[in-house]
C-alpha cells in the first residue's frame, strides 16, 4: 500500500465462505435440467492469497429534528440576480429545493466541512442587507434573508456559535454611548 492511501484503504482478510466453495466445485450446468440449481454463467476463482482491500467509510445521518425550514435567497451567476429556494436545515446537513412542494432534493451543503462566514464589509460590497456566506470546499453560497429576526434565526440554525458572537457583536453596535 502507498503512503498516500493507507489512511483510506485497510487491507481485511476475508474468509472463504461455504456458499463460495459449493459454487466453485460444482461444474455449471448449461442446459439446466439438473435436479440440483446450479449455477448457468461461468464463475471466476477468487484468489485468497492477494489482499482484498475496504474503504474505510464514516456514515453521518442527519438529525431527525428540523433547525429550520423556509425560502432564502441564493446569489446566482447564471441568472445574475437572487434565486429564491426552499431550505432545509437537519444538522449537520442543509437541504436545497426548488420549492416548498418539491419532492426532490436539489443541493446538499455538509455543515461539518464548511464554513459559514458574515462580514459587513461583504453586505456593503454587495450593496444588500441580511447576507452571509457558507462555503465548502468546490463552491460557495451566498444566501439572503428577508429580515434581521430571520436573519439571525438562519445563522443560529447553520452555526449556533458563530450566530451569538454576530448577536452580540451587532447588539454592542446599536447601543448608545453614555457619557
Known amino acids: 500500500t502507498s503512503s498516500v492511501g493507507s489512511d483510506l484503504v485497510k487491507s481485511v482478510p476475508i474468509q ?9 466445485a460444482s461444474t455449471p450446468s448449461l442446459s439446466g435440467e439438473s435436479g440440483d440449481r446450479k449455477l448457468s454463467l461461468p464463475i471466476k476463482a477468487i484468489n485468497l492469497d492477494t489482499p482484498m482491500f475496504v474503504p474505510d467509510i464514516e456514515e453521518i445521518r442527519p438529525s431527525p429534528v428540523v433547525s429550520r425550514r423556509g425560502y432564502l435567497n ?30 426532490v432534493v436539489r443541493g446538499i451543503i455538509n455543515l461539518a466541512t464548511s464554513n ?19 462555503m465548502t470546499r468546490h463552491r460557495c453560497f451566498l444566501l439572503q434573508t428577508v429580515d434581521d429576526k430571520d436573519f439571525h434565526d438562519w445563522l443560529y440554525a ?14 454592542r453596535k446599536k447601543l448608545p454611548v453614555k457619557m
Request: charged share 25%; with cysteine.
Open 158 to 171: 447553520i452555526n449556533p456559535l458563530l450566530a451569538g458572537q454576530i448577536r452580540s457583536k451587532l447588539s
Open 16 to 24: 472463504p465462505s461455504k456458499s463460495c466453495d459449493s459454487l466453485l
Open 116 to 134: 459559514l462566514e458574515y462580514s459587513e464589509d461583504q453586505q456593503a460590497v454587495l450593496k444588500t442587507q441580511n447576507a452571509f456566506s457558507v
Open 74 to 103: 441564493f446569489l446566482d451567476d447564471y441568472y445574475n440576480g437572487w434565486i429564491k429556494k426552499w431550505v432545509v436545515v437537519r444538522r449537520p446537513y442543509v437541504y436545497i429545493y426548488n420549492s416548498e412542494k418539491d419532492p
